[in-house]
Protein backbone atom coordinates (compact mmCIF):
# COMPACT_ATOMS: atom_id res chain seq x y z
CA UNK A 1 0.00 0.00 0.00
CA UNK A 2 1.34 3.34 -0.94
CA UNK A 3 1.77 6.05 1.52
CA UNK A 4 1.25 9.04 -0.94
CA UNK A 5 -1.30 8.41 -4.31
CA UNK A 6 1.92 10.37 -6.80
CA UNK A 7 3.35 7.04 -5.66
CA UNK A 8 0.62 5.30 -6.85
CA UNK A 9 0.56 6.93 -10.39
CA UNK A 10 2.73 5.37 -13.13
CA UNK A 11 3.49 6.31 -16.73
CA UNK A 12 2.83 3.02 -18.46
CA UNK A 13 0.02 0.33 -18.18
CA UNK A 14 2.51 -2.01 -17.17
CA UNK A 15 4.00 -4.98 -14.37
CA UNK A 16 6.87 -3.21 -14.03
CA UNK A 17 8.09 -0.87 -10.42
CA UNK A 18 7.81 2.88 -10.69
CA UNK A 19 11.40 2.95 -10.65
CA UNK A 20 11.35 0.78 -13.62
CA UNK A 21 8.69 2.77 -15.30
CA UNK A 22 10.28 6.07 -14.49
CA UNK A 23 13.96 4.97 -15.93
CA UNK A 24 12.17 3.82 -19.23
CA UNK A 25 10.59 6.88 -19.19
CA UNK A 26 12.95 9.64 -19.40
CA UNK A 27 15.25 7.50 -21.58
CA UNK A 28 12.77 7.57 -24.27
CA UNK A 29 12.29 11.43 -23.70
CA UNK A 30 15.92 12.42 -22.80
CA UNK A 31 16.71 14.06 -26.38
CA UNK A 32 13.43 16.55 -26.22
CA UNK A 33 13.38 16.79 -22.69
CA UNK A 34 14.81 20.32 -22.62
CA UNK A 35 12.95 21.83 -25.62
CA UNK A 36 9.74 20.39 -24.45
CA UNK A 37 10.40 21.26 -20.61
CA UNK A 38 11.29 25.37 -21.62
CA UNK A 39 8.03 25.31 -23.99
CA UNK A 40 5.57 23.90 -21.44
CA UNK A 41 6.66 26.69 -18.70
CA UNK A 42 7.10 29.29 -21.51
CA UNK A 43 10.59 29.80 -20.27
CA UNK A 44 9.75 29.88 -16.71
CA UNK A 45 11.61 26.85 -15.58
CA UNK A 46 14.92 28.66 -15.98
CA UNK A 47 13.69 31.74 -13.86
CA UNK A 48 12.50 29.19 -11.15
CA UNK A 49 15.35 27.74 -11.27
CA UNK A 50 17.79 30.83 -10.87
CA UNK A 51 14.76 31.81 -7.84
CA UNK A 52 16.11 28.84 -5.99
CA UNK A 53 19.84 29.05 -6.09
CA UNK A 54 19.73 32.70 -5.66
CA UNK A 55 18.07 32.00 -1.76
CA UNK A 56 20.38 28.76 -1.66
CA UNK A 57 23.48 31.42 -2.04
CA UNK A 58 23.08 32.79 1.29
CA UNK A 59 24.47 29.30 2.50
CA UNK A 60 27.43 29.23 0.25
CA UNK A 61 27.29 25.43 0.03
CA UNK A 62 30.76 24.09 -1.59
CA UNK A 63 29.22 20.16 -1.43
CA UNK A 64 26.37 19.36 -3.71
CA UNK A 65 24.20 16.91 -4.67
CA UNK A 66 21.85 17.65 -7.57
CA UNK A 67 19.02 14.43 -6.84
CA UNK A 68 16.58 13.30 -9.98
CA UNK A 69 19.39 15.35 -11.69
CA UNK A 70 17.95 14.82 -15.18
CA UNK A 71 19.92 16.43 -18.13
CA UNK A 72 21.82 18.47 -15.39
CA UNK A 73 19.96 21.96 -15.70
CA UNK A 74 19.80 22.37 -11.82
CA UNK A 75 22.83 21.46 -11.37
CA UNK A 76 24.76 23.60 -14.01
CA UNK A 77 22.78 26.58 -12.97
CA UNK A 78 24.31 25.73 -9.70
CA UNK A 79 27.67 25.19 -10.66
CA UNK A 80 27.33 27.93 -12.72
CA UNK A 81 25.95 30.55 -9.55
CA UNK A 82 27.48 29.02 -6.27
CA UNK A 83 31.03 27.94 -7.30
CA UNK A 84 31.21 24.80 -5.02
CA UNK A 85 34.32 22.66 -4.72
CA UNK A 86 32.47 19.26 -5.84
CA UNK A 87 28.72 19.16 -7.00
CA UNK A 88 27.52 15.30 -8.01
CA UNK A 89 24.30 14.70 -10.23
CA UNK A 90 22.60 11.56 -9.70
CA UNK A 91 19.52 10.03 -11.67
CA UNK A 92 17.68 6.49 -12.63
CA UNK A 93 18.47 7.47 -16.31
CA UNK A 94 21.37 7.30 -18.57
CA UNK A 95 19.91 8.56 -21.22
CA UNK A 96 18.91 11.91 -19.43
CA UNK A 97 22.39 12.00 -17.87
CA UNK A 98 24.28 11.33 -20.84
CA UNK A 99 22.71 14.41 -22.41
CA UNK A 100 23.60 15.96 -19.09
CA UNK A 101 27.15 15.19 -20.00
CA UNK A 102 27.28 16.50 -23.08
CA UNK A 103 25.90 20.02 -21.92
CA UNK A 104 28.44 20.01 -19.09
CA UNK A 105 31.40 19.75 -21.66
CA UNK A 106 30.45 21.55 -23.53
CA UNK A 107 29.75 24.43 -21.34
CA UNK A 108 33.64 23.00 -20.01
CA UNK A 109 32.18 22.28 -16.65
CA UNK A 110 33.45 18.51 -16.80
CA UNK A 111 36.26 19.39 -13.56
CA UNK A 112 33.34 20.86 -11.55
CA UNK A 113 29.84 18.70 -11.91
CA UNK A 114 29.81 14.75 -12.73
CA UNK A 115 26.99 12.69 -12.76
CA UNK A 116 26.45 8.36 -11.27
CA UNK A 117 23.37 6.26 -11.44
CA UNK A 118 21.94 6.50 -7.90
CA UNK A 119 17.91 5.44 -6.97
CA UNK A 120 17.01 8.47 -4.99
CA UNK A 121 15.74 6.15 -2.67
CA UNK A 122 18.43 4.04 -1.61
CA UNK A 123 21.42 6.40 -2.19
CA UNK A 124 24.98 4.53 -1.78
CA UNK A 125 26.44 8.14 -0.44
CA UNK A 126 27.62 8.63 2.75
CA UNK A 127 25.91 10.45 5.62
CA UNK A 128 26.68 13.94 6.58
CA UNK A 129 28.47 14.33 3.29
CA UNK A 130 26.69 17.27 1.42
CA UNK A 131 26.26 20.87 2.45
CA UNK A 132 23.44 21.10 0.03
CA UNK A 133 21.04 18.64 -1.87
CA UNK A 134 19.19 20.38 -5.02
CA UNK A 135 15.88 18.76 -6.83
CA UNK A 136 14.21 20.30 -9.64
CA UNK A 137 10.88 18.31 -10.74
CA UNK A 138 12.18 15.22 -9.57
CA UNK A 139 10.78 14.35 -6.25
CA UNK A 140 7.01 13.46 -7.42
CA UNK A 141 8.65 10.82 -9.63
CA UNK A 142 10.47 8.88 -6.43
CA UNK A 143 8.86 5.34 -5.73
CA UNK A 144 8.90 6.58 -2.37
CA UNK A 145 8.58 9.82 -0.65
CA UNK A 146 9.33 9.36 3.00
CA UNK A 147 12.24 7.32 2.14
CA UNK A 148 13.74 9.36 -0.51
CA UNK A 149 13.65 12.55 1.25
CA UNK A 150 14.50 10.76 4.25
CA UNK A 151 17.30 9.65 2.23
CA UNK A 152 18.48 13.31 1.25
CA UNK A 153 18.15 14.35 5.26
CA UNK A 154 20.76 11.24 5.93
CA UNK A 155 23.58 12.58 3.41
CA UNK A 156 23.58 16.50 3.88
CA UNK A 157 25.56 17.41 7.22
CA UNK A 158 24.22 18.89 9.94
CA UNK A 159 22.08 22.57 9.15
CA UNK A 160 22.51 21.54 5.43
CA UNK A 161 19.74 22.06 3.42
CA UNK A 162 17.32 21.10 0.65
CA UNK A 163 16.20 23.20 -2.31
CA UNK A 164 13.17 21.37 -4.15
CA UNK A 165 11.02 23.07 -7.06
CA UNK A 166 8.17 20.93 -7.71
CA UNK A 167 5.19 21.88 -10.19
CA UNK A 168 1.80 22.16 -8.54
CA UNK A 169 -1.93 22.55 -8.92
CA UNK A 170 -2.67 26.24 -8.01
CA UNK A 171 -5.09 26.13 -5.37
CA UNK A 172 -6.49 29.89 -6.37
CA UNK A 173 -9.90 29.17 -8.91
CA UNK A 174 -9.05 31.41 -11.55
CA UNK A 175 -5.53 30.22 -11.77
CA UNK A 176 -6.63 26.49 -11.81
CA UNK A 177 -9.26 27.06 -14.39
CA UNK A 178 -6.50 28.12 -16.66
CA UNK A 179 -4.26 25.43 -15.34
CA UNK A 180 -6.50 22.42 -16.39
CA UNK A 181 -7.34 23.99 -19.54
CA UNK A 182 -3.37 24.26 -20.31
CA UNK A 183 -2.56 20.77 -18.99
CA UNK A 184 -5.93 18.80 -20.83
CA UNK A 185 -5.58 20.69 -24.17
CA UNK A 186 -2.25 22.21 -24.79
CA UNK A 187 0.21 19.88 -23.37
CA UNK A 188 -0.97 16.74 -25.31
CA UNK A 189 -0.70 19.09 -28.48
CA UNK A 190 2.80 20.01 -27.88
CA UNK A 191 3.86 16.59 -26.59
CA UNK A 192 2.74 15.03 -30.29
CA UNK A 193 4.34 17.45 -31.94
CA UNK A 194 7.71 17.24 -29.91
CA UNK A 195 8.06 14.09 -28.05
CA UNK A 196 7.96 10.09 -29.37
CA UNK A 197 6.47 9.30 -25.95
CA UNK A 198 2.15 11.06 -25.34
CA UNK A 199 1.96 8.64 -22.50
CA UNK A 200 5.08 10.21 -20.66
CA UNK A 201 3.04 14.01 -21.08
CA UNK A 202 -0.38 12.24 -19.67
CA UNK A 203 1.81 10.98 -16.50
CA UNK A 204 2.87 14.64 -15.96
CA UNK A 205 -0.20 16.23 -14.93
CA UNK A 206 -1.85 12.89 -12.90
CA UNK A 207 1.54 13.20 -11.06
CA UNK A 208 1.30 16.70 -10.45
CA UNK A 209 -2.40 16.16 -9.08
CA UNK A 210 -1.62 13.58 -6.91
CA UNK A 211 1.63 14.97 -5.23
CA UNK A 212 1.40 15.85 -1.85
CA UNK A 213 2.10 20.64 -2.15
CA UNK A 214 2.13 22.67 -0.12
CA UNK A 215 1.05 22.24 4.08
CA UNK A 216 1.26 18.63 3.44
CA UNK A 217 4.49 18.53 2.24
CA UNK A 218 5.99 21.24 5.01
CA UNK A 219 4.85 18.47 7.36
CA UNK A 220 6.23 15.30 5.53
CA UNK A 221 9.91 17.16 5.32
CA UNK A 222 9.33 17.82 8.81
CA UNK A 223 8.78 14.17 9.16
CA UNK A 224 11.70 12.94 7.66
CA UNK A 225 14.40 14.62 9.87
CA UNK A 226 14.29 18.30 8.55
CA UNK A 227 13.69 21.05 11.25
CA UNK A 228 12.47 24.16 9.57
CA UNK A 229 10.73 24.44 6.05
CA UNK A 230 10.22 27.79 3.88
CA UNK A 231 7.53 27.72 1.34
CA UNK A 232 7.10 29.91 -1.98
CA UNK A 233 5.01 29.82 -4.66
CA UNK A 234 6.13 30.86 -8.44
CA UNK A 235 4.45 31.91 -11.45
CA UNK A 236 0.22 31.82 -10.73
CA UNK A 237 1.18 29.26 -8.09
CA UNK A 238 2.71 26.27 -10.86
CA UNK A 239 5.57 25.69 -9.25
CA UNK A 240 6.34 25.81 -5.55
CA UNK A 241 9.67 26.15 -3.55
CA UNK A 242 10.68 24.25 -0.73
CA UNK A 243 13.61 25.23 1.51
CA UNK A 244 14.38 22.49 4.31
CA UNK A 245 17.28 22.97 6.86
CA UNK A 246 18.56 19.48 8.74
Not at 32 to 58: F, T, V
Not at 101 to 110: D, N, T, W, Y
Not at 142 to 148: A, D, R, T, V, Y
Request: net charge positive.
Amino acid sequence: MSEFKCEEVLPYDSKESKKEQISKMFDRIAGAYDPMNHLMSLGQDRRWRRKAIERLASFSPKRILDVATGTGDFAIVAGLSLNPDYLLGVDISEGMMNVGREKVQRLGLSDKISFQYEDATELSLPSDSFDAVTVAFGVRNFSSLSKGLSEICRVLRKEGVVAILEMTEPENWFFKIGYKLYTKLCIPILAKIKSKDQLAYDYLPNSIAAFPQGERMRQLLLSCGFSSVEIKKFTMQTCTFYLAVK
